[in-house]
């Protein structure tokens, strides 16, 4: 039981609770939150951003990362939160979570290890701890090399 619930608190915090009670939803900072990789070739962008994405009301989430400057493929996280249970959060905690990305038709459950931190006005910042190494032939292409991932995410009030 407490594994789930560290879960729903990270879930929570990934997707923008603020720890406060409220009926409106939570919207990604693109300004402050970004996506980084390790490259598997010199001449590839490293980061990963204008993240956008959302929390409903009813905790439903989706976070949005754009894998080419014209934004036309897209990589999808999609979850589902109990807000309730959210309000509980302290100012500031580690954990890891299971999570599910979304890539070119094909989604794969990875483990996230993070460190959430409420900041000024009810925003949110949650950041990895390590990064989370992504597979490309999980998602259908021909590269061998993991890519390392890292993370920062900014949310705000809607």
Same mark, same amino acid.
């Given at each position: ?5 560290? %879960?729903?608190?990270?879930? +929570?915090? /990934?997707?923008?609770? !603020? $720890?406060?009670? @409220? #009926?409106? *939803? ?14 598997? %070739?010199?001449?590839?962008? +490293?980061? /990963?951003?204008?993240? !956008? $994405?959302?929390? @409903? #009301?009813? *905790? ?99």
């Amino acid at each position: 039981m407490m594994q789930l619930q560290k %879960t729903m608190l990270l879930l +929570a915090c /990934l997707m923008g609770f !603020s $720890g406060v009670a @409220s #009926a409106l *939803g939570f919207n990604v900072d693109p300004i402050h939150s970004t996506v980084n990789y390790s490259a598997p %070739t010199p001449t590839e962008a +490293a980061v /990963l951003d204008p993240l !956008s $994405g959302h929390i @409903s #009301a009813q *905790g439903a989430v989706l976070i949005q990362i754009p894998l080419q400057a014209q934004a036309q493929t897209m990589a999808v996280i999609q979850t589902q939160i109990d807000m309730p249970y959210l309000m509980q959060m302290p100012s500031q905690q580690r954990i890891t979570l299971p999570a599910t990305l979304e890539l070119f038709g094909t989604s794969k459950q990875f483990a996230l290890d993070v460190v959430v931190s409420k900041i000024y006005n009810g925003e949110l910042m949650v950041t990895s701890m390590r990064p989370v190494m992504i597979h490309p032939q999980d998602f259908g292409s021909s590269q061998e090399t993991p890519i390392a991932v890292n993370f920062v995410v900014s949310f705000t009030r809607s």
